[in-house]
């Protein structure tokens, strides 16, 4: 067996859902939160500091599958040519523990009743069985997604298996290579507080009398607790409309 | 675990495998075009097919099959050369759950009697019944009303324009929403007609291997596409990787900020220009402009011009950084040291987004950023750019319906996003209460001498060949104060970008239903129970194109130079018919069928369309061939579905390549680039139709620009965050492109909207903390045009006194006329500005209590 896997570049995610979506349609899956491809985005920090955090998860299919080892059906396999973890769906029996198991929230479920059966990436051995590669990372614009043996991928991009928020690889060996995102630079100099005493102004051409655009500078730059959405990565979310929340965007 | 044992076991894995790998087993693999309206519509699409229905879409593969990190394979050759799979955007995967919605528009259909429009209540018609029912009314309305009385509220649709110019009757608005500013800017300052291409920008191979700095402004290209996909933000980004600085300057903090941008500078929304003339003003002052470029290439009376207004010589207010900082809330310092990088990084290539234009005197932006690109010697040089439209590679255009369209003899009345207008005001024409000056100026009136037209053999009382003047002169009507006189629209095709008239129009979605209930017959046309079509009396079922007509297609847009081929995979659903045989079917009703399309005399539609195509094809490939292109044969690209134009050569491309390198002049009056316009500054020009020095029309100049500058000024916008209607409605709305629909297109499909993306009113936290308001709150947002309600997007992303709903929302009323979709249309207004900028803002409030649907 060659152990395939994936290359996730963070840096040029833009959170867009392409790989998602292609996923969804080639598999017919319905909409909802059966979603092989989990892509997150949520807000760091607040102004002036701002950034947006962007993810696309799949599964690892990693080199100890500890969702394979924690059913007690034996319904979750890791194929033999291509080293694909896959459920057998007439051996499981919904009872969730693959779920517990594994790190990176890869198992699915149609909803939350007790009885849907476990759903996963199936690293497409379907499309790989044609000569194709999985279809998220051909539906990727920004190529921010690659995919081939895993020793190659490291040899190309080097060993980096975890990311800020994902767990560390060293207990399931995920056949995966990941890239950082970008740090941001000051090209020229720019002041927020400034910038805040500026806009809170209403401006030279203003009607008189207006009041300013807002009045607390520290609900700007300090919000409320539980105020802003999605304002963490959250990667197992532990329901279907949780899941919903973390896995959606307002573009 | 005895009961499943390894034998079992093991046979149950094969079992597994078995069921995967026989998904997609068999089906056939077709190719086809992404008909999509996303400005660019250059994608190639590889459809599945099992017993004559779509199964799934997945993305191109013509080049590097079964690469997926391309720019890991390819030399910089392939890349000028775009040897690139041309990879869709989300919307692409899912034409086929468009193609089968429960929404689909199936059969014609006619309102039921008795009921009213927007109940939505259709009865089935046959084809025969609704062509014959349409073009009886459209004679009956003409005969009774004049030929003023049929129109199109949006341009272009190209098949109308040709229907009424045939016909001799009906009217059409003049203009696109999307980047009128900008090409009414290219014809002032260039001398590029605003409706022919024109010359473009730099294509993305050159802004990749050629400039030294990327500026971003008001640019989301993670969004907006034109096209391919997000090719653009994958360009962008694969420079910022070579070590090209890029800067976002933006109001929102986009994914572009995030992920394409090393520094966001936030802006106030609509105060763009005071920053560029601030740049400007630094550039002049510290003579770090391109002095040799100005003295060459630009005219200088227009520089003097704009220099003298730039340093406060004309109105006494001198455009410094400080003065800028106050208007658009970004420090002096940050602007001065901007100017002096982008001084330095020559050549930039900046790219301003088509949404800061889309405010009242958006003019101001589509001019300023070309005007600065213009005194730093950036324009129509390798690395550099021309803000005004980005395009591809100089290549022949496709399928304009059957030859030339009579485009000219169909007057324009009207500004396309002023048609309820120029429905509603007319009642205040008529009781005296407003001038038809004032009329005119308030539509944006855009015609001439209505020009001598064929009389239509369908009026009653005229003889055929005389002129519409003369039937009117009999009349007693003197030709000047001849007014539209609407009581019948027609309306519809594929995804025009007016499709979904009432979400799409800039116009106020309710000035738009009060100027419906004005009207005697509606006809429109879809593929979609949208909105619209729920307020026709006549419904027309359209071809889902992508997937179901078969035709071939090039965008003078987006990145890459191509056409592709849409062989109509899959039959239409229901009685859907190509737009063409509707309007062909249309024109032969009215007695004009051979002249509107000589290849279709009433049968064998599919034969004639063929020959059509094939004619056209013919045509193509001689004018390809011209250019050291070789197209495939028919069969061919009837089965690889693309050219690509790019192939044939071996370098980045870029526009104006003929007036700098080639001393070509430009045909503006001067010949060079014009910042300043002496037609815009000559009041004796006012109320007139336009035309440049070199006769031809200004398409995107009313006859009163009412106060359009004479060059990129700064002119605070209508209803901006100054306002004094701030006290009611305190938060500034803007209306932004979404990233998963076209307009409304989708708008209807469950994997897009509510499984990857919430459609939802963007809020600072501050804003939303006042208002006891959290994030997936349900907020009601009004203002003095309408009431929608949404769930708040509560965000650091935007800063507080303004809110985002994107475009192209359903709406969706309930008996109170609250829009539960939520189009942001609803809230928009007539306002006052100088109408060829589309405004998509205005002021609303939002409140926690939304009550009960």
């Known amino acids: ?251 | 675990m005895e009961s499943k044992g390894n034998s079992g076991k093991k046979a149950h894995r094969v079992a597994v495998l078995k069921k995967l790998k026989g998904l997609h087993a068999g089906e056939e693999v077709l190719y086809t075009g992404c008909r999509i309206n996303c400005g660019g519509s250059q994608c190639v699409l590889k459809v599945r097919r099992r017993d004559g229905k779509v199964t799934a879409i997945e993305p191109d593969d013509h080049y590097n099959r079964g690469v997926g990190r391309e720019d890991t394979v390819v030399s910089d050759l392939d890349l000028i050369k775009n040897r690139l799979q041309v990879r869709g955007c989300p919307m692409g995967w899912m034409f086929h759950k468009l193609a089968y919605s429960p929404e689909r528009i199936l059969y014609p259909m006619k309102r039921v009697e008795g009921t009213k429009r927007g109940e939505g209540k259709f009865e089935r018609i046959t084809w025969d019944e609704a062509l014959d029912l349409v073009a009886n009314k459209m004679n009956e309305v003409v005969d009774r009303y004049g030929p003023y009385s049929v129109f199109t509220p949006y341009a272009p649709n190209a098949r109308l324009e040709r229907l009424f110019g045939l016909w001799g009757a009906g009217i059409e608005g003049w203009g696109w929403c999307s980047m009128d500013p900008g090409r009414l800017a290219m014809h002032l300052m260039a001398g590029v007609p605003g409706w022919s291409y024109g010359e473009g920008s730099n294509d993305m191979a050159d802004f990749l291997m050629n400039t030294k700095m990327i500026v971003l402004w008001g640019f989301e290209p993670t969004i907006t596409h034109f096209g391919p996909g997000h090719q653009l933000a994958y360009y962008i980004k694969m420079a910022r990787e070579r070590g090209t600085p890029v800067i976002c300057i933006d109001c929102r903090y986009t994914v572009a900020a995030e992920v394409l941008a090393d520094q966001w500078i936030p802006i106030k929304p609509g105060t763009d220009a005071a920053m560029m003339l601030a740049v400007a003003n630094v550039l002049i002052k510290e003579n770090l402009y391109d002095r040799e470029f100005v003295e060459k290439y630009v005219d200088l009376h227009g520089f003097e011009k704009w220099r003298a207004y730039i340093l406060g010589e004309t109105d006494g207010i001198e455009k410094t950084p400080e003065w800028a900082e106050k208007v658009c809330a970004v420090p002096a310092e940050t602007i001065r040291a901007f100017a002096r990088l982008y001084a330095r990084m020559k050549p930039t290539w900046l790219w301003k987004g088509y949404g800061i234009d889309r405010k009242s005197r958006g003019e101001n932006t589509a001019r300023g950023a070309a005007s600065l690109q213009a005194i730093m010697g950036n324009w129509g040089v390798a690395g550099g750019s021309v803000p005004l439209h980005l395009r591809c590679r100089d290549k022949p255009n496709v399928l304009m319906p059957y030859g030339d369209i009579p485009r000219k003899m169909v007057p324009k009345m009207y500004r396309s996003h002023k048609w309820a207008q120029m429905v509603l005001l007319l009642d205040k024409v008529r009781s005296g209460e407003m001038s038809v000056e004032e009329y005119k100026r308030k539509i944006g009136w855009r015609t001439g001498p209505l020009p001598k037209r064929p009389l239509s053999r369908v009026w009653a009382g005229g003889a055929a060949g005389a002129g519409i003047e003369d039937t009117i002169e009999e009349n007693g009507i003197a030709i000047e104060e001849t007014l539209p006189n609407p009581k019948m629209m027609l309306w519809g095709t594929y995804y025009g970008p007016g499709t979904n008239t009432l979400n799409n129009n800039v116009d106020s979605t309710n000035d738009q239903l009060k100027a419906l209930e004005k009207l005697e017959f509606v006809v429109w046309a879809g593929t979609q129970m949208a909105s619209m079509a729920r307020h026709a009396d006549v419904v027309f079922p359209l071809t889902e194109m992508t997937l179901e007509q078969r035709t071939l297609q090039t965008a003078g847009y987006g990145g890459f130079a191509n056409y592709t081929f849409l062989p109509g995979v899959v039959p239409p659903q229901g009685e859907a018919k190509p737009d063409d045989w509707l309007y062909s079917e249309l024109a032969r009703r009215l007695g004009i069928g051979e002249e509107y399309n000589r290849h279709y005399k009433g049968n064998n539609w599919d034969e004639c369309w063929e020959e059509y195509l094939q004619d056209e094809y013919r045509e193509l490939a001689k004018k390809l061939k011209k250019e050291g292109v070789k197209a495939p044969g028919w069969k061919k690209f009837t089965k690889s579905c693309l050219i690509n134009v790019d192939e044939a050569y071996d370098e980045p491309w870029h526009g104006y390549k003929s007036f700098i390198e080639g001393g070509k002049p430009l045909k503006t009056r001067s010949g060079k680039i014009e910042l300043y316009s002496h037609i815009i500054d000559d009041e004796s020009q006012r109320g007139k139709l336009h035309f440049d020095d070199h006769g031809q029309l200004i398409d995107n100049l009313p006859n009163d620009w009412r106060d359009l500058a004479p060059f990129a000024a700064y002119q605070p916008i209508y209803r901006g965050m100054e306002h004094a209607d701030v006290n009611r409605f305190p938060l500034m709305l803007l209306s932004c492109y979404p990233r998963y629909r076209n307009h409304t297109t989708f708008w209807n499909i469950p994997w897009l909207r509510g499984d990857c993306y919430r459609h939802a009113i963007w809020m600072n936290a501050a804003d939303a903390q006042a208002r006891g308001i959290k994030d997936g709150d349900l907020v009601r947002i009004h203002n003095d045009k309408g009431v929608g309600v949404l769930p708040a997007y509560v965000t650091s992303r935007i800063l507080p006194g303004m809110v985002v709903i994107h475009h192209g929302g359903n709406y969706e009323p309930d008996k109170d006329g609250v829009d539960w979709g939520c189009t942001p249309n609803i809230f928009f207004t007539d306002m006052e500005s100088p109408v060829t900028a589309p405004p998509v803002t205005n002021l609303v409030e939002v409140e926690r209590n939304v009550g009960v649907r």
Not at chain 1, 87 to 114: H, L, T
Not at chain 1, 158 to 186: N, W
Request: hydrophobic share 30%; glycine share 8%; net charge negative.
């Open chain 1, 1 to 251: 067996m060659t152990q395939y896997g994936f290359f996730f570049d963070q840096s040029r995610c833009t959170g867009c859902h392409a790989c998602s979506i292609a996923c969804k349609g080639w598999y017919d899956l319905p909409p909802g939160p059966l979603k092989y491809m989990r892509v997150y985005q949520w807000e760091q920090g607040a102004f002036p500091n701002t950034r947006l955090g962007l993810l696309a998860v799949n599964c690892y299919h990693c080199e100890n599958p500890v969702c394979a080892t924690a059913c007690p059906n034996e319904a979750i396999f890791k194929e033999d040519k291509y080293g694909a973890v896959l459920v057998d769906q007439e051996r499981c029996e919904g009872e969730r523990e693959c779920w517990d198991a594994c790190p990176y929230g890869a198992i699915v479920y149609p909803s939350d009743k007790r009885d849907e059966k476990a759903q996963k990436c199936t690293m497409c051995v379907d499309r790989l069985e044609e000569g194709l590669i999985p279809i998220c990372v051909t539906a990727c614009s920004l190529r921010a997604l690659d995919f081939g043996p895993v020793e190659e991928l490291r040899k190309k991009y080097g060993e980096l298996d975890t990311l800020e928020g994902l767990p560390d690889g060293s207990q399931t060996r995920p056949s995966v290579v990941f890239k950082p995102r970008d740090g941001k630079k000051q090209l020229i100099p720019w002041d927020g507080n400034k910038v805040l005493e500026l806009w809170q102004q209403r401006g030279p051409f203003a009607a008189t009398d207006l009041p300013p655009t807002f009045t607390d500078k520290d609900a700007v730059t300090r919000p409320a607790p539980g105020t802003v959405g999605r304002d963490r990565l959250v990667l197992k979310p532990k329901t279907a409309e949780e899941l919903m929340v973390a896995t959606r965007n307002d573009e």
